[in-house]
């Protein structure tokens, strides 16, 4: 059993989640993921590392909650436990001076960017961090990346923080600011990763996404989780999760990431009389 | 004075049959198929063994089980004594009774084999460990005094529990190390419920646990801690992390949603407990026409699986005729009386999807059977321009696995065999590190749980000569 150590919501709907697992927390990198189940008939389902404490044996996730698991672990209090939370699983994050790096982040991705940037800076590495919500009370741990980010840049949809608009703007406002960067991570939801890979794709800018398929064990054993990058089949849990996001089959993608959509939900409906929710 | 003759007994050739849940109703359960032997059908059956003065059964067993020797105690009605036989060379005999090939190994080294119907030796091993199991008194074997040696297996499937197990009795402290939140490996995760309840394998797990061995489930060795690491602490180090790496065709379409390997559909059923969703969080799809890839025992549980999920048709789509193919008899024939359709001669070239990414159709070849290739079996043959479709809403691809790389991907200094597993020498499991052995799966690609635990045996007394510090000495047989 593997006791809460911190869960609360930071932004809304958005959960900080501080695990105790020594075993996870003593050689989990960036980019990793472990994977955990609520209960003991609850769903394994992966999340992404956001930080760490090697010496208090405690690994932090920021999760969304969107379907019947994310849920069940938003009732969780400290002190309660979960059956199961493995790891780290996963390739990290290449980390090498590379010169200029933009770090982009949303969603629970603003989090799991954190220790990719800061492993960034601390190879001597330019960081640019660049974070993206629809609207300025989404975004969070903006103290915690101006830290590590020699800048830090903020898009909201609705402007109310930062420049205002999509993702998409980050030829402009990359040029506004004079940078070009050497190499590109993005870290956030399947959409956002792939409109970045989109733009960045005309300018030649190197770019690595860390994709978030469904996956069961997380081992590599069921393939569930595999996608096509550059015309070849690889399983996001073993070969990746980290890929060339110009490479990746997004249609293929967004499609299997649908692929239990009703069902993700479905466990929402049929406890909410029990009135937990 | 002449010695008075035996008076011959006539043979028996009519072994008793296994009850089973007939299949009309078994189709809507996950339950147990085989019911198993009541005691009077188990002594009749044990009683048409002709004791042969030079038995030739047990030799066809990869764990070496004295199966003349518990066989007799059936007879005469001592199954305490029967289980404690199979138990000396066996760690796991209710799961070995029910999916053992017998019929490749025991069963068809048996003499009576020749005559007519072999002794059901497998049944009989599987009814003594369930007779035990209902005396609710297991007995825990001498244990060797402690050696103070440690050693970390990797994995708690059939072959890392029976070399546990093995070494537990020698005296050494033994330590399993476990990926999944359960103990078992391909027994939980693979072989479905109606085949082999869980809770005989958790019965068994928490036997091998009860002598004294430590298991941490949730760790994967390869990434929460590498082989190397462990060495730190261990003197020797088991690898039997299985074959965890599913294939696929390579064909166009098969990562369309509703393309499953067996694994994954085997998984969120059995290990998951998808089968009862939504008590069960975790969803697995319930089409109405289903295409099963492939001939082993893996294709007959997944398509024996989609039945009990409620299709109104399920296909099992081989390339090859029925004779090849690779699953046991017994479980053809239970797909067969379940209802499951068998497209034998037929290879699927392309996968078609619809607008959203759904499989829609499969496209496959018509084959003939051509002169026998290196396996001994005939090769199919495409039979030029006979593609033809047929639509299918889910296809399951169980056409084998490999062995998971996880292991050979973070330790140093490991040879890899030709099927990509870790290379051992056969005689004694010990991979090219003088502290590292392997066994199972992760060295045979996806074999059987027997050889996987014949392995684990041989590498466990390996592993002890090497402890002991007596490497050079003949095995002790």
């Given at each position: 059993?593997?006791?809460?150590?911190?869960?609360?919501?930071?932004?809304?709907?958005?959960?900080?989640?501080?695990?105790?697992?020594?075993?996870?927390?003593?050689?989990?990198?960036?980019?990793?993921?472990?994977?955990?189940?609520?209960?003991?008939?609850?769903?394994?389902?992966?999340?992404?590392?956001?930080?760490?404490?090697?010496?208090?044996?405690?690994?932090?996730?920021?999760?969304?909650?969107?379907?019947?698991?994310?849920?069940?672990?938003?009732?969780?209090?400290?002190?309660?436990?979960?059956?199961?939370?493995?790891?780290?699983?996963?390739?990290?994050?290449?980390?090498?001076?590379?010169?200029?790096?933009?770090?982009?982040?949303?969603?629970?991705?603003?989090?799991?960017?954190?220790?990719?940037?800061?492993?960034?800076?601390?190879?001597?590495?330019?960081?640019?961090?660049?974070?993206?919500?629809?609207?300025?009370?989404?975004?969070?741990?903006?103290?915690?990346?101006?830290?590590?980010?020699?800048?830090?840049?903020?898009?909201?949809?609705?402007?109310?923080?930062?420049?205002?608009?999509?993702?998409?703007?980050?030829?402009?406002?990359?040029?506004?600011?004079?940078?070009?960067?050497?190499?590109?991570?993005?870290?956030?939801?399947?959409?956002?990763?792939?409109?970045?890979?989109?733009?960045?794709?005309?300018?030649?800018?190197?770019?690595?996404?860390?994709?978030?398929?469904?996956?069961?064990?997380?081992?590599?054993?069921?393939?569930?989780?595999?996608?096509?990058?550059?015309?070849?089949?690889?399983?996001?849990?073993?070969?990746?999760?980290?890929?060339?996001?110009?490479?990746?089959?997004?249609?293929?993608?967004?499609?299997?990431?649908?692929?239990?959509?009703?069902?993700?939900?479905?466990?929402?409906?049929?406890?909410?009389?029990?009135?937990?929710? | 004075?002449?010695?008075?003759?035996?008076?011959?007994?006539?043979?028996?050739?009519?072994?008793?049959?296994?009850?089973?849940?007939?299949?009309?109703?078994?189709?809507?359960?996950?339950?147990?198929?085989?019911?198993?032997?009541?005691?009077?059908?188990?002594?009749?059956?044990?009683?048409?063994?002709?004791?042969?003065?030079?038995?030739?059964?047990?030799?066809?067993?990869?764990?070496?089980?004295?199966?003349?020797?518990?066989?007799?105690?059936?007879?005469?009605?001592?199954?305490?004594?029967?289980?404690?036989?199979?138990?000396?060379?066996?760690?796991?005999?209710?799961?070995?009774?029910?999916?053992?090939?017998?019929?490749?190994?025991?069963?068809?080294?048996?003499?009576?084999?020749?005559?007519?119907?072999?002794?059901?030796?497998?049944?009989?091993?599987?009814?003594?460990?369930?007779?035990?199991?209902?005396?609710?008194?297991?007995?825990?074997?001498?244990?060797?005094?402690?050696?103070?040696?440690?050693?970390?297996?990797?994995?708690?499937?059939?072959?890392?529990?029976?070399?546990?197990?093995?070494?537990?009795?020698?005296?050494?402290?033994?330590?399993?190390?476990?990926?999944?939140?359960?103990?078992?490996?391909?027994?939980?995760?693979?072989?479905?419920?109606?085949?082999?309840?869980?809770?005989?394998?958790?019965?068994?797990?928490?036997?091998?646990?009860?002598?004294?061995?430590?298991?941490?489930?949730?760790?994967?060795?390869?990434?929460?801690?590498?082989?190397?690491?462990?060495?730190?602490?261990?003197?020797?180090?088991?690898?039997?992390?299985?074959?965890?790496?599913?294939?696929?065709?390579?064909?166009?379409?098969?990562?369309?949603?509703?393309?499953?390997?067996?694994?994954?559909?085997?998984?969120?059923?059995?290990?998951?407990?998808?089968?009862?969703?939504?008590?069960y969080d975790t969803p697995v799809k319930r089409p109405s026409r289903v295409a099963v890839v492939g001939g082993g025992n893996v294709a007959m549980d997944s398509a024996r699986?989609?039945?009990?999920?409620?299709?109104?048709?399920?296909?099992?789509?081989?390339?090859?005729?029925?004779?090849?193919?690779?699953?046991?008899?017994?479980?053809?024939?239970?797909?067969?009386?379940?209802?499951?359709?068998?497209?034998?001669?037929?290879?699927?070239?392309?996968?078609?999807?619809?607008?959203?990414?759904?499989?829609?159709?499969?496209?496959?070849?018509?084959?003939?059977?051509?002169?026998?290739?290196?396996?001994?079996?005939?090769?199919?043959?495409?039979?030029?321009?006979?593609?033809?479709?047929?639509?299918?809403?889910?296809?399951?691809?169980?056409?084998?696995?490999?062995?998971?790389?996880?292991?050979?991907?973070?330790?140093?200094?490991?040879?890899?065999?030709?099927?990509?597993?870790?290379?051992?020498?056969?005689?004694?499991?010990?991979?090219?590190?003088?502290?590292?052995?392997?066994?199972?799966?992760?060295?045979?690609?996806?074999?059987?749980?027997?050889?996987?635990?014949?392995?684990?045996?041989?590498?466990?007394?390996?592993?002890?000569?090497?402890?002991?510090?007596?490497?050079?000495?003949?095995?002790?047989?």
């Amino acid at each position: 059993m593997y006791s809460i150590v911190e869960r609360r919501m930071i932004v809304p709907n958005m959960h900080e989640f501080i695990v105790r697992a020594p075993v996870v927390a003593e050689s989990v990198k960036p980019g990793n993921f472990i994977m955990l189940r609520p209960d003991p008939t609850g769903e394994r389902i992966p999340l992404s590392v956001a930080d760490w404490d090697r010496e208090a044996g405690t690994v932090t996730s920021i999760f969304m909650q969107v379907g019947g698991t994310t849920a069940k672990l938003a009732r969780l209090k400290p002190g309660d436990t979960i059956p199961t939370y493995v790891g780290p699983l996963g390739k990290e994050t290449v980390i090498d001076k590379f010169g200029t790096v933009l770090c982009v982040g949303g969603c629970y991705g603003i989090g799991s960017i954190y220790p990719i940037a800061r492993a960034l800076k601390e190879a001597g590495n330019r960081v640019v961090v660049l974070l993206e919500a629809r609207s300025s009370f989404l975004l969070y741990w903006e103290d915690k990346l101006a830290r590590v980010a020699n800048d830090l840049f903020v898009i909201t949809r609705d402007g109310t923080k930062g420049r205002k608009g999509h993702i998409d703007k980050i030829p402009e406002l990359m040029g506004a600011a004079g940078i070009v960067p050497d190499r590109v991570i993005v870290n956030g939801c399947t959409f956002q990763m792939m409109r970045v890979s989109e733009v960045t794709k005309p300018l030649g800018w190197k770019t690595i996404v860390n994709m978030n398929p469904i996956m069961i064990d997380g081992t590599g054993m069921c393939g569930v989780c595999r996608l096509s990058v550059g015309g070849k089949t690889k399983f996001a849990c073993v070969d990746g999760p980290d890929f060339d996001g110009h490479e990746i089959d997004w249609a293929e993608f967004l499609a299997r990431r649908k692929g239990y959509s009703p069902e993700e939900v479905d466990p929402l409906r049929h406890s909410s009389c029990r009135s937990r929710f | 004075m002449a010695e008075e003759k035996p008076e011959k007994k006539k043979l028996d050739l009519q072994r008793r049959p296994m009850p089973k849940q007939n299949h009309w109703e078994r189709v809507k359960n996950f339950d147990e198929v085989a019911l198993g032997y009541p005691v009077a059908a188990a002594v009749e059956e044990a009683s048409r063994c002709i004791k042969c003065k030079k038995p030739l059964c047990n030799q066809g067993c990869p764990v070496g089980i004295d199966i003349p020797g518990f066989i007799k105690c059936i007879v005469e009605g001592d199954f305490g004594s029967g289980i404690r036989k199979i138990k000396k060379t066996n760690a796991l005999p209710a799961i070995c009774g029910r999916v053992c090939p017998q019929e490749e190994q025991c069963e068809k080294t048996c003499i009576l084999g020749n005559k007519q119907a072999p002794v059901a030796i497998g049944r009989l091993e599987r009814f003594l460990a369930d007779w035990e199991a209902a005396e609710g008194k297991i007995e825990v074997p001498d244990m060797a005094p402690k050696t103070g040696k440690k050693v970390a297996v990797i994995g708690a499937g059939p072959a890392g529990i029976t070399v546990a197990n093995d070494l537990i009795i020698l005296g050494h402290e033994v330590t399993i190390f476990e990926a999944l939140h359960e103990c078992g490996g391909v027994l939980i995760y693979g072989i479905p419920e109606f085949r082999l309840p869980k809770a005989i394998v958790n019965r068994e797990v928490n036997y091998v646990r009860s002598l004294g061995v430590k298991i941490y489930t949730d760790f994967v060795v390869g990434k929460t801690r590498t082989v190397n690491r462990l060495l730190e602490e261990f003197d020797a180090v088991f690898v039997g992390s299985g074959a965890g790496l599913p294939w696929f065709m390579e064909i166009p379409g098969e990562n369309l949603n509703g393309v499953y390997s067996a694994n994954e559909y085997l998984t969120r059923v059995n290990l998951m407990k998808g089968f009862r969703f939504p008590e069960y969080d975790t969803p697995v799809k319930r089409p109405s026409r289903v295409a099963v890839v492939g001939g082993g025992n893996v294709a007959m549980d997944s398509a024996r699986t989609a039945v009990r999920l409620g299709a109104d048709e399920v296909h099992l789509v081989y390339r090859r005729s029925k004779a090849e193919l690779p699953a046991r008899v017994e479980e053809v024939e239970n797909a067969e009386e379940e209802g499951v359709i068998f497209d034998l001669l037929n290879l699927p070239v392309r996968l078609i999807g619809d607008e959203n990414g759904w499989i829609k159709e499969i496209e496959c070849l018509r084959m003939e059977l051509g002169a026998p290739d290196e396996s001994g079996r005939r090769k199919p043959v495409p039979i030029q321009g006979s593609n033809y479709r047929v639509s299918f809403d889910a296809i399951v691809m169980a056409i084998g696995n490999g062995p998971n790389p996880l292991i050979q991907m973070t330790t140093p200094g490991l040879d890899i065999n030709k099927k990509g597993g870790l290379a051992t020498d056969p005689a004694t499991g010990r991979t090219s590190r003088p502290n590292i052995w392997a066994g199972g799966d992760i060295v045979r690609g996806a074999a059987t749980v027997i050889s996987a635990m014949g392995d684990g045996r041989i590498a466990a007394a390996s592993i002890h000569r090497y402890l002991m510090n007596r490497e050079g000495e003949a095995p002790v047989t």
